[in-house]
């Protein structure tokens, strides 16, 4: 497999980040050019200039040899074994996904995961629908950024029925889409952060994340549930004033993501708790399918916006952060730096705002304009079809997908030429990343568990869908 920029010559690794040689990248913010040294051959993507920690995972289970482990039943009650549940009711869980673990102490000797009990039925639900009235399920899925996921199933319709967005919605569906990122972001730090005890961090985050709701709240109506997307543009065109309130956002929020990168990145307490747990190799990672920032804090620089680029995104000027060692605390490291590499992007989609509409122009598609539809025959016959039958979308099959907040969001669709889908299947990147869950945690402790799940931002609503 082949990555673009795979790699990475030092120089060119984000440096925004104040982190100190020995804990993160090898020079710290506010170093002066003259003051690099030259460069060296370049780093491949497999190694680091911060040599892989010591992790947990390498301890030798002296007192429970790996071939007992694997004859464990399912409720065992041994001498020397604990067996407990995580979840659901664990704060860290949600309330709807848990793990069963068998400790030695407090030593994790096995876990097995439960995927969920949410069972949400978004793909059944999505069959029962016509194409348009999909939209809401979407917003369900990674409810963080549920206009990622808008983007995501209506590019993979629009291929099914060969239309292409005009381009000022492209231009929207990419700020609104990289403001998403930036609060999916923001929740999943904060809220790992506050799992750890580190509340301050939570409201800073979370006020960030409540300036970009108002946003999406005057754009579309709702503060969470979005549902701004449709097939062939967006429900309507953004609001007069829009320019200034995204202006606004690109000087408001570096100041939250500054506080708490000043707060956390140095701090001895969470380089304890992060450094070293749960550090995952660029192989394991593509070997479970990993993707987004878990599969890039591995040192992997593969985001789908670079490699299979829409809307433009390989017109943009931005990098692609990535870790070395792959674990909590590269994690959180890679997904601070996207925050600023989304702003940059958002800063030249404004400034490149062209003027137009923001649907095509195809009455099959989108209903005409009101005026039409109260002054011809043809608009209100055109009208009449689309709330009663839907649009028609050619047979046939497409797997599209797109970079959300977790990774690689796909959406399978089957079309048998109807007005609702014949089959749709979601790819949810958190049910790659947390497939695994239950080896890579063999080894950690107790305490570990809550760290390691936030730092894997685990989103229930596409995890079990």
């Not at 709240?217 to 309507?236: C, F, N, T």
């Not at 000087?251 to 550090?279: C, E, W």
Request: charged share 25%; hydrophobic share 35%; with cysteine.
């Amino acid at each position: 497999m082949v990555f673009k920029d795979a790699a990475l010559e030092p120089e060119r690794m984000p440096r925004t980040t104040p982190v100190p040689e020995r804990h993160g990248r090898p020079y710290p913010t506010g170093t002066r050019m003259d003051e690099i040294p030259e460069p060296r051959e370049p780093i491949p993507y497999a190694t680091s200039p911060r040599q892989r920690a010591a992790t947990r995972r390498d301890v030798t289970f002296d007192r429970v040899p790996r071939e007992r482990i694997e004859e464990l039943e399912e409720d065992p009650l041994t001498e020397d074994l604990m067996v407990i549940n995580i979840g659901p009711s664990h704060p860290a869980m949600h309330g709807t996904f848990r793990l069963k673990c068998w400790l030695d102490g407090e030593t994790i000797v096995k876990a097995i995961p439960e995927v969920g009990y949410l069972h949400r039925c978004f793909e059944k639900m999505s069959e029962t629908h016509r194409w348009q009235e999909v939209f809401p399920y979407t917003d369900r899925l990674n409810y963080m950024s549920p206009f990622l996921n808008n983007v995501g199933y209506a590019m993979a319709v629009e291929r099914l029925l060969g239309i292409e967005v005009p381009k000022r919605a492209q231009r929207i569906r990419v700020i609104l889409g990289e403001l998403s990122r930036i609060m999916d972001h923001m929740v999943a730090v904060g809220t790992n952060l506050v799992d750890l005890g580190a509340l301050t961090n939570f409201w800073y985050m979370f006020r960030g994340r409540e300036e970009i709701y108002s946003l999406l709240e005057h754009v579309s109506g709702a503060r969470m549930m979005v549902a701004y997307g449709r097939i062939g543009g967006l429900m309507r065109d953004v609001h007069e004033g829009f320019e200034d309130e995204v202006r606004a956002l690109l000087k408001s929020l570096p100041h939250y993501i500054d506080d708490v990168d000043r707060l956390i990145t140095n701090n001895r307490i969470f380089i304890d708790r992060a450094r070293g747990i749960h550090a995952i190799t660029p192989e394991e990672a593509i070997d479970w399918g990993w993707t987004g920032p878990c599969l890039r804090s591995t040192g992997v620089p593969y985001d789908i916006r670079k490699s299979h680029p829409y809307y433009d995104y390989d017109q943009f000027d931005w990098q692609i952060p990535v870790g070395t060692t792959g674990d909590v605390y590269d994690r959180y490291l890679v997904r601070m730096e996207e925050m600023r590499q989304s702003l940059r992007i958002v800063e030249q989609a404004i400034d490149d705002l062209p003027d137009g509409p923001v649907n095509v122009d195809d009455w099959s598609v989108t209903p005409p304009p009101k005026h039409y539809v109260y002054n011809s025959i043809e608009g209100m016959v055109a009208h009449f079809k689309q709330v009663f039958e839907g649009i028609q979308v050619p047979a046939g099959e497409v797997y599209s997908y797109t970079e959300a907040g977790n990774g690689e969001l796909g959406f399978y669709v089957v079309s048998d030429g109807g007005g609702t889908p014949y089959r749709i299947h979601c790819r949810a990147p958190c049910f790659a990343i947390y497939q695994n869950i239950g080896v890579t945690l063999e080894g950690h402790m107790v305490s570990d568990i809550v760290a390691i799940i936030g730092s894997l931002n685990i989103i229930a609503g596409e995890l079990e869908r």
